[in-house]
């Protein structure tokens, strides 16, 4: 699934590890590991770019200005508003292609009978969140880091969602989900974008491939009687749409019955006309879902 209905972002060309984007006026150049591929011209000589991350060979990186730009700036997404802003390790704040999600999940939550709950986990800069919001689900978002849940209080405002409906948690998702199971709290609805790989503040150890399973089987324990939808996305590599397939069939559907399907989400490019693959989702739903 590709996301094909962006103003504001798209992916110019790619190549050599890198892809060229724009950024509503402001034109941006990041590694990305998946290019492997020539590009079709010197992305680096593209006359409007204003900045290039490049990497260290002692890792992270930096970036480096080609024009002047501003440190942060405004992307809209149909009704949704987001601050830009590159950080280190070549990240904006923003996962363009994560589009086909929010709009998946909207059409789930405008189409229910109900007033939905939703768990949002590992929930960075709200772009989920924003999108349930504006669909008038509560929404729970929690994430561990405080520059990153502030940065989505921010756009929760900017899109104009009922920040009423919101809740802002800065915390450990897997003890927060202990703690709300223990508290007796449900959701109809969990959303979950979990790291590849990371340590805890005592040196734990955190692998995606190793903690996904046991994670999404604590999480079934806060779904309501009747949930909605859970969705879980994922950018490491090896974790195919089919591997989070079976994690949710063996989990949320072997619990609650319904539907599991998977899929990899993707960016068109404009110079070379090819999809740029952008990591892979997975999603459970009450309700199968036609197209």
Known sequence: MKAADWQDY?????????????????????????????????????K??????????????????????PEEWTVSYKDLKFKVKPMGFKHTGLFPEQAVNWDYMRSLIKNADREISVLNLFAYTGGATCACLKEGAKVCHVDSAKAMVERAKENVVLSGAPDEKARFIVDDCRKFVEREIRRGRKYDAIIMDPPSYGRGPNGETW??????????????????????????????????????????ATTVQKEK???????????????????????????????????
């Open 10 to 46: 798209s992916v110019i060309a790619t190549g050599n590890g890198y892809k060229l984007e724009r950024w509503g006026k402001i034109y941006l150049l990041r590694p990305d590991p998946q290019v492997i591929w020539d590009s079709e011209f010197k992305l680096d000589e593209y």
């Open 48 to 69: 409007k770019l204003s900045a290039k991350y490049i990497r260290s060979e002692t890792g992270g990186g930096k970036w480096v200005k080609m024009a002047q730009f």
């Open 207 to 248: 692998k995606l491939e190793n903690e996904l399973f046991s994670l999404v089987k604590t999480c079934v324990k806060v779904l309501s009687d009747r949930p909605l939808f859970f969705l879980i996305n994922s950018y490491t590599t090896g974790l195919q749409p089919q591997v989070i397939k079976n994690v949710l």
């Open 257 to 291: 019955g319904g539907f599991v399907s998977a899929y990899e989400v993707g960016l068109k490019t404009e110079e070379e006309g090819i999809i740029l693959p952008c990591g892979n989702s997975g999603i459970w739903t009450e309700k199968e879902i036609n197209g």
